[in-house]
């Protein structure tokens, strides 16, 4: 298991931006694919979006798209998510994800951070 610690959440005004970032304990973090989740009061964990091992390859989920953007530093072992436009909807915790298997948007055998908060108001 991996452990992952995310921070940078917060309460934002509609259309502020917000960055996230995750760091790794692991040492062969650049041996991960890495993730962000989130997951709004009542409703299911849903996919954010997705980086490869290396950053070239990444995946967001349509709500998101164009809004947000996934970065790693896999010398600083840690994952961010630019957040642009937030609005009311986009409120939920926020999950890191980390895997060396991932298969379209689901990670397998995932290792879990705690998750960040992010709240924004209309």
């Known amino acids: 298991q991996v452990q992952l610690v995310e921070s940078g959440g917060g309460l934002v005004q509609a259309g502020d931006s917000l960055t996230l970032s995750c760091v790794s304990s692991?040492?062969?973090?650049?041996?991960?694919?890495m993730g962000w989740f989130r997951q709004a009061p009542g409703k299911e964990r849903e996919f954010v979006a997705k980086?490869?091992?290396?950053?070239?390859?990444?995946e967001y989920a349509d709500s998101v798209k164009g809004r947000f953007t996934i970065s790693r530093d896999n010398a600083k072992n840690t994952v961010y998510l630019q957040m642009h436009g937030l609005t009311p909807e986009d409120t939920a915790v926020y999950f890191c994800?980390?895997?060396?298997?991932?298969?379209?948007?689901?990670?397998?055998?995932?290792?879990w951070g705690r998750g960040t908060q992010v709240t924004v108001s209309s």
């Open positions: 994800v980390a895997s060396t298997t991932v298969v379209g948007q689901r990670f397998l055998s995932p290792s």
């Open positions: 692991t040492q062969l973090f650049s041996s991960y694919a």
């Open positions: 980086i490869g091992m290396s950053g070239s390859s990444k």
